[in-house]
């Protein structure tokens, strides 16, 4: 996988879907160069001395954009390609228009990933969409986690709100997974209101058998709208009495499952018994995602 850093749309939108990480300015650069391991580093109008040092030690192969795009055609095929996939036959109709929204009452308790591997451990001959709603100046940790392209995201979507755009705008994970990703800055969704939440559901409806929303761990008129849109709500925790008590008070409107991970305290079965709520235990969410799946849906 290549790292290209440039600042310059035009030039990101040509290579968003490829297999291409895209940031837009050296400091970020740096830090996934640290934390990543890249083939190559490509530059548009960034200077990148300060990253020669780094791409040495890594044994990195830098060259420019103009030569990156003389390698072979970069126009996207994204919408052809959906298209494609949205005609093929199904051989599984159990899950068809399951809308699971993953929420928590506090941050770092496993939603993304929970999110990530319930859509990687589904049937793949499901269309499976995931639904990103953690707004955040710097990307969500969905884009990170998945090493998502700067372009396209849920701000280009907003400046027309049609269909077409909507499915324009997705991004492809792989062949029968796309996500509907945040914009990389707060500012580019200002104006999103409860009724985009609910109509980018019903576009969803119509080209996904399953959509999966990562929520924030907040309750806002933009949640409340996913939570009234989705047939499941997973409510991970570890339990924590802090949590109990915000649950019992901020959810008492919504059905929800557990699903408790690494739970804090050996009496975790005591303190949730105030919620009466169906319970999943899972020890680790990647391995254990197939158990969720078999008891909710």
């Known amino acids: 996988m290549e790292l290209l850093i440039s600042s310059n749309i035009n030039s990101i939108r040509k290579v968003y879907n490829k297999d ?25 109008d960034a200077d990148i001395s300060p990253l020669t040092g780094i ?12 030569e990156y795009l003389s390698t072979g055609n970069t126009v996207s095929k994204l ?17 068809k228009q399951t809308i699971i929204s993953i ?5 770092g308790v496993g939603r993304t990933t929970l999110a990530k591997t319930l859509a990687e451990t ?15 100046d710097g990307g969500s940790d969905l884009s990170y986690m998945l090493h998502l392209p700067v372009l396209p995201h849920m701000g280009m979507y907003l400046k027309n709100r049609t269909k077409e755009a909507f499915e324009a705008n997705l991004v492809e994970f792989r062949n029968n997974i796309y996500i509907m990703q945040t914009p990389p800055r707060l500012n580019l969704a200002e104006g999103i209101t409860p009724g985009d939440i609910k109509q980018m559901i019903d576009y969803a409806r119509t080209m996904f058998d399953f959509i999966i929303i990562d929520l924030p761990n907040k309750e806002d008129e933009l949640v409340q709208a996913a ?26 409107d919504y ?26 235990q899972v020890d680790d969410l990647d391995r254990d995602a197939e158990q969720i799946i078999a008891e909710v849906v």
Not at 23 to 44: G, R
Not at 103 to 107: A, E, I
Not at 122 to 130: A, K, M, Q, R
Not at 237 to 246: H, V
């Open 20 to 44: 291409l990480v895209v940031t837009t300015s050296t400091e970020s650069a740096a830090i996934l160069l640290e934390k990543h391991n890249y083939d190559a580093l490509i530059y548009d």
């Open 103 to 107: 929420w928590s009452v506090k941050g």
């Open 122 to 136: 589904l049937p793949t001959d499901l269309n499976i969409l995931i639904l990103d709603l953690n707004f955040q």
């Open 255 to 280: 059905d929800y499952t557990l699903v408790v991970t690494k739970p804090a305290s050996r009496m975790w079965r005591t303190l949730i018994g105030v919620l009466n709520a169906p319970v999943i």
């Open 227 to 252: 939570l009234q849109a989705s047939n499941k709500v997973l409510m991970l925790t570890s339990a924590t009495e802090g949590e109990i008590k915000r649950i019992m008070e901020n959810c008492r």
């Open 79 to 95: 919408t052809a390609t959906l298209r494609k996939t949205l005609s093929k036959p199904k051989t599984k109709r159990v899950y």
């Open 55 to 66: 791409a040495s030690r890594k044994g990195l192969t830098i060259y420019p954009y103009s």
